[in-house]
Every structure is written in C-alpha cells, then in structure tokens.
C-alpha cells in the first residue's frame, strides 16, 4: 500500500481549498446574490491583487470602483447594445442561444469594477516594452487572475464582462485618454456554484483537450490544423471513469479492487463524507477534486460533477469517482453513470461495503437473522427536495417481519416513524440508530421506534447517521462497551440473548 500525509493532498488540512480547487471552481459568475461584500473585505482583495507581477514591475492597472448607480446604468445601457449588436453575427440555433444566455450579472452585482491599462506609465522604465508593447496589457490580466482567485478563496464569484464598447465606458467613467479598458469586472457572493462555465453548460461551446494547445518544437506545423473538438484526430486517447465504493470510513474494508483503482487514479473526484485515511491510499500526484460541501462554497450539484467526470476523461485521464458507502447504494450512480454513457466514456463500478453492512458488523447482529427477518430493505428517508419522500411503501416498513434501513435520516426521521406508528408498525420496534458508522468516532443509539427520533435529536450527532429498525436488532450488541447493555434492557425491556 502506498502511504503518505494528508498535507499531500490538493485539499489542505485547515479545510481551504487548494489551487486547483480555486481554479476548477470557475471565475466567469453571472448570478450573484445582491448581499453586500464588506468594504474591507474589497480592499484586502484588491490589495493582495495589487501585488500581481508586471513587466519591468511597471503595474500598469488602474482600478475604478464604479459606486455610481447613475453611472452603472449608463454601463449596463452600453452592454445591452453591444450584446444585440453582436447577436447579429450569429444565426439559427446559435443565435436561439446566444439570445437565452445570461452572459453578465449586472442586475445582482453588488460591487462594480472597471480595469484600465495605463498606457503611459512611467514605473518600470519600459524594461520590455520595447520589443513587446502588449506587455502592459498583459500585466494587467496577471493582476485580474490574482484578483480573481482571492475572490474564489473568500468565496466570492468574478465575472469578466468584455461586451461592451470599451471607448463609452471610458467616456462614462471619465478616464484619461491613456488609460485603456482591460475589462469591467463584476464581483459579489454567488448564487449558485459550478465546476463548468456557463456557456460549456449550455452548449455553447465545450472544453477540449489540453493536448491541442501544447506543442513541442517541432511539431507544431503538423498539430496546428488539428481540430479542437475533435479529441481522437489530436492523437488524445480517451480517458476512463470509476466509481469506487470507499465503504462506511474503516479504510481496512476497501476492497482490493478499489485500492488499485486508487493507486492507478490520474484524477479523484471524492464526496465530503469519504473518511480521509481513505485519500491516503490514493496515487501521489493525481489530482485531488472535493466535490462535497466546504465552508467557501455552497453544495456542488450533481451536473457540474457530472461535467467534471467526462471533462476530466476527454483529457485521457482515469477519472476514480469516490463515494462513501458502496455507489450503487443512494449513491446518485444512476446519473454519472448516464452521463458517462452519453459522452462515450468507458465506465466501470467498484462496488464497496455500504454503512448498514458495515454498522451491522460493528453491533454484530445478522440484519436477516432467520427467526424475525424474512426481508431486508433499504430506504431514504429524504427526497431531491430534502423532504420526507411521498413514494415510501408504508405497508413494506410496517411489516413486523422485515428489517428496515433508512439511509439519511436526520432531516426526516421524526415524521418518518410517526407515520410508520400510523401505519401499524409496533412503537416498541427495536431501533439503533449509528452515526459514523466503523469509524473511531462512531456513536449508537438504542432505543425504539417511538423514542428513536427524540433521542437522536438531543444527542445531534455529527456526521453521517443511519438507523436501522426491526425484530433482529434485539440481538445487537455495541462493541466493547459494556455499559450499552444496560441501554439495551432500558430500551426494549429484553436481554440481548432473549427472544
């Protein structure tokens, strides 16, 4: 096995996101929320911005915060005429959407900055800009992309808007005429998150191969017709992707399929709820992708990780998508699976121990023991919606000969036993309920279906929690803690022997 230190990973151990991370989690944001982004908080952005290199050290860049609303207006008035100006060049489908693209954040943006390149400046004694003029310019968009990645580590969202006439907006921000437009940057908390842009979502126009804009010496008259969005022509051999059950958290029940998968990986793609000893075991320099839940973002959607997948395998890549539990078990599978599927990707599946065989071995009770099981069953307890789900088959859960596993169940749990009660299923039903389940940190809770939600409410568990309800469970018993038989003879008034 291949070992190494957490600080390894892409994602550092204080939960900030990494380089990578930052420049995977787009910048081109056109849906803010119009939430205000504290005064000093822009200043230490643009200050830290401020640092950017420059040609000859000559920092060009000349920074306006347009506070004005009148002045905004006129801006905003300038880019809607670029915009239909510019329709004109496209037709039929494609200009169905470049009509239906939202391609600026005017309307929420709460804070408004024009870039200019100051064309004469002094600093820097043109070191550069004798052979290479354009260096100016350039030095600019290095301060942009800085700007732009502070904004991404406080989780805010920069959107780069380039319709419009650079000439009026000059004349609206009364700028000398040596200062030249870089961009008009908008810039506030985003609304939603994507790994894709915009415009790749939509169709727009897809990322293509790294392979297609990297040449040698040499080479490049014989690469430089191959087309973009051609991938096999440039010579790219299509990627692979797998989805590898990463069990419950014990990093000694992954299958040896999976730690193979894991050691061959170019690319890992692992959900918020994978354990970290698990990422241990991945190959040293294979890109790291957390596509869970941080504090500097809001919930990555199941498109954009979809996207990521093929975007990722279109570069050659063997793409490992990294699932707590075993994928094929609420594990959204389904949706990467068809998404693989419809952009030609190969796939393939490493199924993995899932939380309620890993929480039964740990309480070391048969979930189909013989005499009071004949029926295992899985359900959710919370829909897309996060609402308990309208479709539960309420005779199947109240079926006294049935053992029960509810997979999610924090939001809902309350509503789900009362409803089960309601249907004929026994209040003094044996329940436990197991967060972190194989875990050093794993908690249990016995009680019954009747007392199961209340007790689970005041304990307020951290991680991911199951419950598990049904006559087999009397015979549970808590690893090494001997103080939990007394939990079982308080809650269900029975000896874990008896029956």
């Not at 994602?11 to 803010?32: I, K, P, T, Y």
């Not at 939430?35 to 050290?57: F, K, Q, T």
């Not at 004694?125 to 301060?143: F, I, K, N, V, Y």
């Not at 991404?152 to 921000?173: F, M, Q, T």
Request: net charge negative.
């Amino acid at each position: 096995m291949t070992d190494r230190k957490t600080s390894d990973h892409n994602q550092q151990q204080d939960g900030r996101a990494s380089l990578e991370q930052l420049v995977r989690w787009r910048r081109d944001v056109r849906r803010f929320r119009p939430d205000p982004v504290p005064d000093e908080l822009i200043d230490r952005l643009l200050r830290l911005a401020d640092l950017a290199p420059s040609v000859g050290n000559s920092q060009p860049w000349r920074i306006v915060n347009v506070r004005s609303a009148e002045t905004r207006t006129t801006i905003i008035k300038n880019f809607q005429m670029a915009r239909d100006r510019s329709a004109e060049a496209y037709a039929g489908d494609q200009a169905d959407l470049y009509n239906r693209l939202k391609l600026s954040g005017f309307d929420a943006a709460p804070v408004h900055l024009a870039v200019f390149c100051d064309r004469s400046a002094l600093q820097g004694h043109g070191l550069g800009r004798q052979t290479m003029p354009e260096t100016l310019d350039h030095s600019c968009a290095c301060m942009v992309t800085v700007l732009w990645l502070a904004a991404r580590e406080a989780g805010l969202g920069l959107g780069w808007v380039s319709i419009i006439d650079p000439a009026e907006v000059s004349k609206a921000l009364d700028a000398p005429a040596d200062w030249k437009l870089v961009g008009y940057l908008l810039l506030g908390w985003p609304e939603e998150e994507h790994l894709d842009p915009e415009l790749q979502r939509y169709g727009w126009q897809p990322r293509t191969p790294f392979e297609t804009r990297y040449f040698e010496a040499g080479s490049i008259a014989e690469r430089a017709g191959v087309q973009a969005d051609e991938p096999k022509a440039s010579g790219v051999p299509m990627g692979t992707v797998t989805l590898v059950g990463a069990g419950p958290g014990d990093p000694e029940l992954l299958t040896l399929k999976a730690l193979k998968a894991l050691q061959s990986a170019d690319a890992v793609l692992f959900d918020d709820l994978v354990a970290k000893p698990i990422l241990e075991f991945v190959r040293p320099g294979a890109r790291m992708i957390d596509v869970g839940k941080r504090g500097y973002r809001t919930s990555c959607k199941q498109p954009d990780i979809n996207a990521t997948m093929v975007s990722l395998a279109r570069e050659g890549l063997k793409v490992v998508r990294l699932k707590s539990g075993d994928p094929l078990i609420f594990g959204r599978a389904g949706e990467e699976i068809e998404a693989c599927r419809s952009a030609g990707i190969p796939i393939s599946i490493v199924p993995g121990v899932t939380s309620a065989q890993g929480a039964a071995a740990s309480l070391k009770v048969s979930l189909t023991n013989r005499d009071h099981a004949r029926r295992l069953q899985f359900i959710t307890a919370h829909d897309r919606r996060g609402h308990l789900p309208e479709d539960i088959d309420w005779s199947a859960v109240a079926d006294s000969a049935a053992t029960t596993v509810i997979y999610m169940p924090k939001r809902t749990l309350a509503e789900l036993t009362d409803v089960a009660l309601v249907h004929g299923l026994d209040p003094n039903t044996p329940t436990i309920a197991v967060a972190n389940a194989t875990r050093p940190d794993e908690q249990v809770f016995i009680a019954t279906l009747a007392t199961i939600a209340a007790e689970l409410h005041a304990a307020h568990p951290d991680g991911p929690v199951l419950v598990m309800v049904g006559e087999a469970l009397r015979y549970a018993t808590v690893r090494d803690v001997s103080e939990q038989a007394d939990a079982i003879v308080a809650a269900l008034d029975v000896m874990p022997g008896q029956s």
